[in-house]
């Protein structure tokens, strides 16, 4: 009995060290699969990214230049004759209209030569009509030979003198309305008055050069500005196209002041500068122009229609030139160089190198390489879309 007992514990030992054995071996095989092979590399996990479709559409090309408002017209009011400044008409900086009257000078030696000029007319036309009636006397006493030939011819003459006179008569009292009228200074324009420069009182002078007050017209107003020499031929054809738009911008850009059309190029490229003139008007309602003032002018030149772009932060510049990540279908990124066209806002024109509809990365890529995965990031809610505007180049 007690051998049997022996024997049964002899094979419960050997059991358990089996399956201890057993133990230890899986746990061995285990530790072995989760250990690296050597020489193998971790898989690295994907670059999370955000990419960007290729799309085709009209892309509008701009060209910037610099430029200064000018008052459509600027008229400088002088007065026209001599005599004392009685009064002004307007008030300074307010809006005229044509006709308003802005200064009276006094007309009384004006209206006084008026009045002379038309009594010498009556008089001469009295002394007209009785030498006239002389003449039919003497013309139906000539026949009978009642008076001479000589007297009758010596008549005649006196009514063609007295006939000039009259002429001459009437062109006097002409000038004379015309300086009595000049005393009236009205405004030649639609405008705004400036800063008077005569006060009323003094003394002014047909033949100085201070004037009374400068009217200029900034409803509508002018701006001239430069481009580019090289431009003019994009810009003539965009003329015979029909209106060319020109947005005003302020010095820092952020501002629009108006938007007008180019109404003039002028007939000469500068060739110190090599720059060419242009002159743009615009309605300016809210007067947001001011004569005098410097402005930057965005002028549309051209449209590239059915042009394919990408962002211009998809665009990278490597040893080989420029270059694109693009996303393939194994959401992975090649390398794809690319020959570009105008940068256009925040998007470039591609000439050369994508398909439209293909994806290009616009982030992280300085974590990328050809044939790195990537895991493409959803893009922000309310997220602006690229400004299709560029510059002519």
């Given at each position: 009995m007690f051998m049997k007992l022996?024997?049964?514990?002899?094979?419960?030992?050997?059991?358990?060290?089996?399956?201890?054995?057993?133990?230890?071996?899986?746990?061995?095989?285990?530790?072995?699969?989760?250990?690296?092979?050597?020489?193998?590399?971790?898989?690295?996990?994907?670059?999370?990214?955000?990419?960007?479709?290729?799309?085709?559409?009209?892309?509008?090309?701009?060209?910037?230049?610099?430029?200064?408002?000018?008052?459509?017209?600027?008229?400088?009011?002088?007065?026209?004759?001599?005599?004392?400044?009685?009064?002004?008409?307007?008030?300074?900086?307010?809006m005229v209209k044509p006709g308003d009257m802005l200064a009276q000078i006094d007309p009384r030696p004006y209206q006084a030569a008026y009045d002379q000029a038309i009594a010498a007319k009556f008089k001469d036309a009295a002394l007209l009509a009785n030498a006239r009636r002389d003449l039919e006397r003497y013309v139906k006493l000539a026949p009978e030979e009642f008076t001479s030939q000589q007297t009758l011819e010596t008549q005649r003459a006196l009514v063609a003198q007295l006939q000039a006179q009259i002429i001459g008569d009437q062109a006097a009292i002409d000038n004379a309305a015309t300086q009595l009228d000049y005393t009236t200074i009205r405004s030649p324009i639609e405008g705004r008055t400036g800063i008077r420069m005569t006060d009323p009182g003094n003394i002014v002078h047909a033949a100085t050069a201070t004037g009374i007050v400068v009217v200029t017209q900034v409803q509508p107003i002018?701006?001239?500005?430069?481009?580019?020499?090289?431009?003019?031929?994009?810009?003539?054809?965009?003329?015979?196209?029909?209106?060319?738009?020109?947005?005003?911008?302020?010095?820092?850009?952020?501002?629009?002041?108006?938007?007008?059309?180019?109404?003039?190029?002028?007939?000469?490229?500068?060739?110190?500068?090599?720059?060419?003139?242009?002159?743009?008007?615009?309605?300016?309602?809210?007067?947001?122009?001011?004569?005098?003032?410097?402005?930057?002018?965005?002028?549309?030149?051209?449209?590239?229609?059915?042009?394919?772009?990408?962002?211009?932060?998809?665009?990278?510049?490597?040893?080989?030139?420029?270059?694109?990540?693009?996303?393939?279908?194994?959401?992975?990124?090649?390398?794809?160089?690319?020959?570009?066209?105008?940068?256009?806002?925040?998007?470039?024109?591609?000439?050369?190198?994508?398909?439209?509809?293909?994806?290009?990365?616009t982030s992280n890529h300085y974590r990328l390489q050809p044939g790195a995965r990537v895991q493409v990031a959803e893009p922000a809610q309310g997220a602006a879309k690229p400004a299709a505007e560029g510059k002519a180049q």
């Open positions: 022996i024997g049964r514990i002899g094979r419960t030992r050997l059991v358990m060290a089996g399956a201890g054995a057993a133990l230890v071996l899986a746990m061995a095989v285990i530790g072995a699969a989760d250990k690296p092979v050597p020489g193998a590399r971790p898989a690295a996990a994907p670059v999370r990214i955000e990419t960007a479709v290729a799309r085709r559409g009209d892309v509008p090309i701009y060209a910037d230049g610099l430029g200064t408002v000018q008052a459509y017209y600027t008229v400088a009011v002088t007065p026209r004759v001599d005599g004392q400044l009685l009064r002004l008409g307007f008030v300074e900086g307010q002018s701006l001239i500005f430069t481009l580019p020499g090289e431009l003019l031929h994009a810009l003539n054809r965009a003329l015979a196209a029909g209106p060319v738009a020109v947005t005003a911008l302020s010095r820092d850009g952020k501002q629009q002041l108006g938007i007008g059309t180019v109404g003039l190029v002028d007939n000469q490229i500068d060739q110190t500068t090599g720059t060419i003139r242009l002159k743009a008007t615009f309605q300016n309602r809210d007067n947001l122009l001011w004569p005098g003032d410097f402005v930057n002018a965005h002028v549309l030149v051209s449209t590239r229609h059915d042009a394919l772009t990408i962002p211009s932060t998809a665009v990278q510049r490597g040893p080989r030139g420029l270059y694109a990540y693009v996303v393939t279908a194994a959401d992975a990124v090649e390398m794809r160089p690319l020959e570009v066209g105008q940068e256009v806002g925040t998007v470039t024109v591609i000439e050369k190198g994508l398909q439209e509809g293909e994806r290009v990365a």
